[in-house]
């Protein structure tokens, strides 16, 4: 479907593929039209809902200006999925073996490897950007505990909330694996870092903004320039974290199942990042929320949630969504009102037919805490179409 609502009482408008959004979304994108830089206008994807920093769901193109906390903590943030050549009937009767199986090989929550898992290319590839960060910004030592083997032992891990590894089938039977995941702890330290040090450079600016989580980083400016750098190393650790998680996965599947092999890689692809892109006439920073590009026949994964469909996708290049979809279904309720709401009855019934924990641990993430995945996808049918429906028999939450 088109644009359903246009707020214009900013300095720009903002375009929303949604009426269902809440007023304290409204107004953060209000907070946002606000600010000098941004070019021709913010686009809002279907998922969208309130979030730290920025709103959930939106694309930000920026002139000569980028802000961390619209970027986020989760840095890199974002899918990969796998397709596998065996069916449905390849699988077990019971799942559960196969669950623990896999959750004895990717450490979940603020866990890491007890040793070093990744490959040596990865950590080669890794290893001299996050030296030049560190060099630069030494604080970042503080922000995290042996700072090296940290980062190093978490590649291929999953880490807490809303991350996930699934089984799922599609329309054909098909087996295929998804996860969720991002930066993990190193990422939430250099965003964390850089949006208290874009604010500390306001200094006294800092009080004419709409919101302080709108602290920027000028063109030129002292801290410009190795923000870029390092936010564009977190996104490469955020890919490599899922790429090795998703080797670590297959090898332990290969363990459990029949001989298979690997048909297609549909993706890895961030949701929570900024990327130098052109866009009505203009180079911009574009940074989406939770949102993942969607150009013209780019393939993109649209989870649900974790009793519900996913999607992988292939854009159509729409120019008023800066070639941009939803990341998935979009919250409809906060964590602690989920946990107040729902019991473990409620994940029990929400969750039939999946085969993942159901305890009090997960009540946040259960599908009545998430928008309707159908109605999401059909006000995005402007911006992606639909390759492969599927529909998940295992679940991992982080």
């Known amino acids: 479907m088109p644009i359903k609502r246009i707020m214009t009482k900013g300095k720009v408008p903002v375009k929303i593929y949604t009426d269902d959004i809440e007023h304290e979304a409204m107004q953060q994108l209000y907070n946002l039209s606000q600010m000098p830089f941004v070019h021709s ?63 004895s090989a990717i450490p979940v929550g603020f866990a890491m490897h007890k040793q070093d898992r990744a490959r040596e290319s990865t950590i080669r590839a890794l290893s001299g950007g996050m030296h030049a960060i ?28 809303n991350h996930f590894i699934e089984l799922c089938l599609d329309e054909n039977q098909d087996v295929w694996v998804m996860l969720h995941s991002g930066s993990r702890g190193i990422g ?5 870092y850089f949006i ?11 009080h004419h903004l709409p919101d302080k989580d709108l602290a920027y980083f000028s063109e030129g400016a002292e ?47 961030h949701h929570n990042y900024v990327t ?15 949102a993942i590009r969607a150009g013209e026949g780019e393939l993109g994964i649209i989870p649900g ?32 009102a989920a946990k107040q709401q729902f019991s473990e009855r409620h994940a029990e019934e929400q969750t039939a037919g999946v085969e993942c924990r159901k305890d009090k641990g997960i009540l946040d993430e259960l599908p009545g805490a998430y ?11 402007d911006l992606v179409e639909v390759v492969h429906t599927l529909k998940q028999v295992l679940c991992i939450k982080g």
């Open 371 to 381: 928008k309707d995945i159908d109605t999401v996808m059909a006000n995005q049918s």
């Open 196 to 206: 208290a040090l874009a604010r500390k450079d306001m200094g006294r600016h800092l």
């Open 305 to 336: 949630s974790m009793g519900d469909k996913s999607y992988i996708v292939r854009g159509k290049g729409n120019v008023q969504s800066f070639c941009s979809c939803s990341h998935g279904a979009g919250r409809r309720m906060s964590r602690n």
């Open 41 to 103: 206008h913010i686009a809002v994807m279907p998922d969208v809902h309130l979030g730290k920093g920025a709103t959930v769901g939106s694309v930000i193109p920026t002139l000569g200006a980028i802000i961390p906390a619209a970027v986020g903590v989760d840095i890199g943030c974002g899918m990969n999925a796998l397709r596998l050549s065996i069916k449905a009937k390849d699988l077990p009767d019971n799942l559960r073996s196969l669950r623990l199986h896999i959750e």
């Open 223 to 269: 801290h410009y320039d190795d923000y870029l750098q390092a936010v564009a190393w977190a996104q490469d650790y955020a890919e490599a974290n899922r790429r090795e998680m998703m080797y670590l996965i297959v090898e332990a599947l290969r363990k459990k199942l029949p001989k298979f092999g690997i048909t297609k890689e549909a993706v890895n692809c």
């Open 188 to 192: 939430n330290s250099i965003g964390e």
């Open 276 to 290: 130098r892109e052109r866009h009505f006439d203009a180079w911009v920073w574009v940074t989406r929320k939770g």
């Open 134 to 161: 560190l060099q630069k910004h030494p604080k970042l030592y503080a922000m995290q505990k042996k700072p090296y083997q940290t980062w190093i032992r978490q590649i291929g891990t999953l880490g807490g909330g």
